[in-house]
């Protein structure tokens, strides 16, 4: 089995994620909300699938506009539910409208999703799957990891020869200032 970063690169959907976003901190509260929501509709997909039906999702899903979709209701839910461009799974689309609810309570409590995951660094994996679980809908050990993996807070997205590493290493993701025991 090949790593992500050996099969990517050149890849239409893989390639551009891989050399560009995953595992590159950002604190900007869409793209952490899009982050959350793509790692929630995977879960039991392949990510193949999802980078393919992005565009589709950043469409139904207001372009992850965290004040937008915390104000979806039924009427909302029930447009999902028929759009084919989305993975249409009530379970998921609920949990992306309750997580939008607890961004925006985030805000007022830490000043942001961003500031949010700041404030807990450094866990190792095991207590941010539990975090997670404690604060936001449907969010296991895989989904949590992936998405703190994404945004530069877990170690693991791309191996020490990949030259997206030495991109990364220059930005300094967080998970690199911790004392590496802490993700053994």
């Known amino acids: 089995m090949s790593s992500y970063c050996e099969s990517a690169p050149g890849h239409e959907f893989h390639?551009?994620?891989?050399?560009?976003?995953?595992?590159?901190?950002t604190t900007d509260e869409t793209v952490?909300?899009?982050?959350?929501?793509m790692e929630i509709m995977q879960a039991?997909?392949?990510w193949i699938l999802i980078l393919k039906k992005r565009d589709g999702?950043?469409?139904?899903?207001?372009?992850?506009?965290?004040?937008?979709?915390?104000?979806?209701?039924d009427t909302d839910v029930a447009r999902l539910l028929a759009d084919e461009g989305i993975i249409r799974n009530r379970l998921k689309i609920n949990a992306i409208i309750a997580n939008a609810q607890c961004i925006q309570a985030m805000r007022e409590s830490h000043g942001g999703l961003a500031a949010w995951v700041a404030a807990h660094h450094p866990l190792g994996k095991a207590d941010w799957v539990k975090l997670f679980k404690k604060t936001f809908k449907f969010t296991g050990g895989e989904i949590t990891g992936?998405?703190?993996?994404?945004i530069g807070y877990l170690?693991?997205?791309?191996?020490?020869?990949?030259?997206?590493?030495k991109k990364l290493?220059?930005?300094?993701?967080?998970?690199?200032?911790?004392?590496?025991?802490?993700?053994?």
């Open 169 to 184: 290493k220059k930005l300094t993701p967080s998970w690199m200032s911790a004392d590496p025991g802490i993700y053994a």
């Open 155 to 165: 170690p693991g997205a791309h191996h020490e020869k990949c030259p997206v590493y």
């Open 32 to 37: 952490l909300f899009e982050r959350l929501a």
């Open 15 to 25: 390639g551009p994620y891989h050399d560009t976003e995953y595992g590159f901190p």
């Open 57 to 73: 999702m950043n469409k139904a899903f207001a372009g992850f506009d965290v004040d937008s979709v915390a104000a979806f209701d």
């Open 146 to 150: 992936e998405f703190l993996m994404s």
């Open 44 to 46: 039991g997909l392949s």
